[in-house]
């Protein structure tokens, strides 16, 4: 399996699809936008020693950010890839679990961040970061730092969510649409919602 990080969106494409890792249809993603394209990220983290070389590929951009003493992930798709980050840079590593009675994610199994500690927000892909900004909130009011943010699949063609730097192993941006805005063609496919987060 190829594990050099590409350098084009078309060689990202190609790299997804050697994984099997992009599926065409009508979703509602993680953010409530619609789309034809889903990164099957799944795909991707089955192969821990090929997603570990890509990792390792972008520590040195990690270890810009200054020092990171805890990896933070949301679950359940951030835990594998949290565990792999947290490895390569030597952190501890913990993940946060979403209430299903409150739909927030909160820090659980004894998992706690201490006052002055520079967190990394690991997820495997992103749209729009939303749920790694709903764990800014706590970390702040523990006293913990956002020292920015890794995924292993960027699709929301920014270079920060919120006010942090991300870092990524590949960039793709997909066309998304808002609810009231699909195109025709893709109203006409029924849609899906992959994932866990509830949207509203």
């Not at 649409?177 to 006409?188: C, K, M, N, Q, T």
Request: proline letters at 7%; one cysteine or more.
């Amino acid at each position: 399996m190829q594990t050099e990080l590409p350098k084009s969106p078309e060689e990202t494409i190609e790299l997804l699809k050697s994984y099997g890792a992009v599926e065409e249809g009508h979703f509602i993603l993680a953010s409530g936008k619609h789309s034809a394209y889903y990164v099957k990220k799944g795909k991707l983290v089955q192969h821990p020693w090929e997603l570990q070389r890509m990792i390792e590929q972008v520590v040195p951009q990690l270890e810009a950010l200054g020092g990171i003493d805890v990896v933070l992930s949301p679950a359940m798709g951030g835990v594998p890839v949290g565990q792999q980050v947290g490895l390569a840079v030597h952190a501890r590593t913990i993940y946060a679990e979403r209430n299903p009675e409150t739909n927030l994610l909160e820090l659980k199994r004894g998992f706690e961040i201490r006052p002055g500690e520079r967190l990394l927000l690991v997820e495997d892909v992103i749209t729009t970061g939303g749920t790694l900004l709903e764990l800014t909130d706590f970390i702040e009011s523990q006293g913990g730092v956002v020292a920015g943010v890794f995924v292993v699949v960027n699709r929301s063609g920014k270079t920060t969510v919120g006010d942090y730097p991300v870092v990524s192993c590949m960039e793709i941006q997909f066309p998304v649409f808002e609810p009231d805005a699909v195109p025709s063609a893709l109203a006409a496919i029924p849609a899906v919602r992959p994932g866990t987060k509830k949207v509203g």
